[in-house]
């Protein structure tokens, strides 16, 4: 633990399993208070919220889709509610379509399309109450995507 994200306060989309589960553990290590994000799965959350509280970090759970936009603004509101802004953005969240017909895929393909998009900007905004001045970025501020093999 070298503390890299002292104080820092960290929004990972689909952070209730797999590589986000494991980031939202990694950055309460580091120092971290942690926004976690889920679409379906309620309880997968309450045990990373427990993983992050018990790294002596806060944790705030919170349910979006994130290819709606809207859903994503709300998303950062309770972030920056619960923390008072959002320091770090990691663009994790994604659909597994493994072993289905690519002409189903509508719904991974809007995620990954728009979702990102979506999260960045309301990141770069400030997130603020209204979210609806432009786009402005703030020094000391990252946003990541982690690309899988499917792109």
Excluded: W
């Amino acid at each position: 633990m070298t503390g890299r994200l002292q104080d820092k306060v960290a929004l990972i989309t689909g952070s209730d399993s797999g590589i986000g589960q494991d980031t939202a553990i990694e950055f309460a290590r580091e120092g971290a208070a942690v926004a976690v994000h889920y679409l379906d799965d309620a309880e997968g959350p309450k045990k990373i919220r427990a993983a992050v509280e018990a790294e002596g970090r806060r944790a705030v759970v919170a349910q979006a889709d994130i290819s709606d936009e809207q859903q994503v603004h709300a998303l950062f509101e309770a972030a920056v509610q619960a923390f008072g802004r959002v320091d770090v953005l990691m663009n994790n969240a994604g659909v597994d379509g493994s072993g289905k017909d690519v002409a189903n895929l509508d719904a991974q393909t809007g995620t990954r399309r728009s979702g990102p998009t979506s999260t960045a900007r309301s990141s770069a905004a400030g997130a603020t109450r209204s979210c609806a001045r432009p786009a402005t970025p703030r020094a000391g501020r990252s946003s990541t995507s982690p690309r899988s093999p499917a792109g």
